[in-house]
């Protein structure tokens, strides 16, 4: 289950996160932007690989689906991006060609200001 060939993990071992390297997905405090999933569907042509579809609200169906990037490296470790300011807002806006309100919903559980409305 892990990455490295001497690792031996049960159950309680990987929600312990005992297993080398680290497994953040989108929704993570490290990735809080959801709208990432559409890049890597797009990308790994998941939905023609394995059926499995996004939501609107990037929910995957069906349910036990999972989604995340798996990253080896015995240094990978776990991060929070932390507080995301307007200006950071408004610079990833533009990156991705959306309005500032649009990145506000998605990330609006990071941001470092009250979003006006």
């Not at 953040?24 to 709208?35: C, F, I, N, T, V």
């Not at 990833?92 to 609006?108: H, Q």
């Amino acid at each position: 289950m892990g990455y490295d060939k001497s690792e031996s993990l049960d159950a309680n071992d990987l929600h312990a996160i005992k297993y080398q390297g680290t497994r953040p997905a989108p929704g993570y405090p490290s990735l809080p932007d959801h709208a990432l999933k559409d890049v890597l569907w797009d990308v790994m042509k998941v939905k023609e690989n394995t059926g499995t579809i996004l939501t609107d609200s990037y929910a995957m169906e069906p349910p036990p689906s999972v989604c995340g990037l798996y990253i080896a490296h015995p240094d990978s470790y776990y991060f929070n991006l932390g507080q995301v300011a307007l200006d950071q807002v408004v610079d990833y806006a533009s990156r991705k060609s959306l309005t500032v309100l649009d990145v506000e919903d998605a990330l609006d559980t990071v941001l470092g200001y009250e979003p006006k409305k």
